[in-house]
């Protein structure tokens, strides 16, 4: 993760280097739901800043979010979207979707672009659709949904690559928490802005589940 950046330094380089945040996020779908994971190394500039810092949260019993960007926006937005998400489930009676916390993550982004220096990974369960959700939000707005895998940060270049290697249909919970060891262990490896402990959580239908 980056450290906070002033305003005024934001520009096209800046910008680069937000796509570029110094972490690991990684997030897989398996045959029952979705596996999440980072890593604990925070960064600011060339020190490492924490080797504790809490990268993925729960933002409902059917959703989670993994942060790589400013800590002070990531942070924000997190805030955010739990409560906005706390909100929707009294007004409504129900848990929320994960499409639905991606796309006001997605709009927080969008509203703020080129101020809030963030990108996540959003992953849940559709009590909807019966099946695990998996959605990358970039720092300007973009949202994508994947159906396979995802990884954002400086080490993602080594995890995709383990993740285009060893991904395969119809993988068991257990298969998608040793994949995602896997890749998170690749980048720690080879990415000098990832590392320490590993964050880990599974969601199914049972709900979020704290892995590592």
């Known amino acids: 993760m ?20 110094g972490t690991t996020t990684v997030g897989v779908v398996y045959k029952d739901g979705v596996v999440i994971g980072t890593e604990s190394q925070a960064t600011a500039g ?24 400013g800590v002070a926006d990531a942070q924000y937005i997190i805030n955010q979207i739990k409560a906005l998400s706390r909100l929707r489930e009294v007004e409504k009676g129900k848990v929320p979707e994960p499409k639905y916390i991606a796309n006001v993550t997605r709009n927080i982004l969008f509203q703020g672009r080129s101020y809030f220096l963030a990108m996540m990974i959003v ?9 695990g959700k998996l959605y990358g939000i970039e720092l300007l707005g973009a949202l994508f949904e994947e159906d396979k895998f995802l990884s954002f940060g ?30 998170i262990t690749s980048s720690r490896k080879r990415d000098i802005a990832s590392g320490f402990d590993l964050q880990i959580c599974a969601i199914n239908e049972n709900g979020f589940e704290q892995v590592e």
């Open 2 to 21: 980056m450290e906070d950046i002033n305003l005024e330094d934001i520009n096209e380089e800046t910008l680069k280097k937000a796509a570029k945040t």
């Open 46 to 69: 060339y020190t490492v800043a924490s080797k504790q810092a809490q990268k993925l949260f729960e933002i409902n019993k059917y959703t989670a979010a993994t942060i790589s960007g």
């Open 123 to 131: 992953g849940g369960y559709s009590q909807h659709e019966h099946t």
């Open 154 to 183: 400086s080490g993602s270049t080594y995890s995709l690559g383990v993740l285009e290697a060893d991904w395969k249909p119809d993988m068991t919970k257990q298969e998608a928490i040793e994949l995602i060891k896997s890749a």
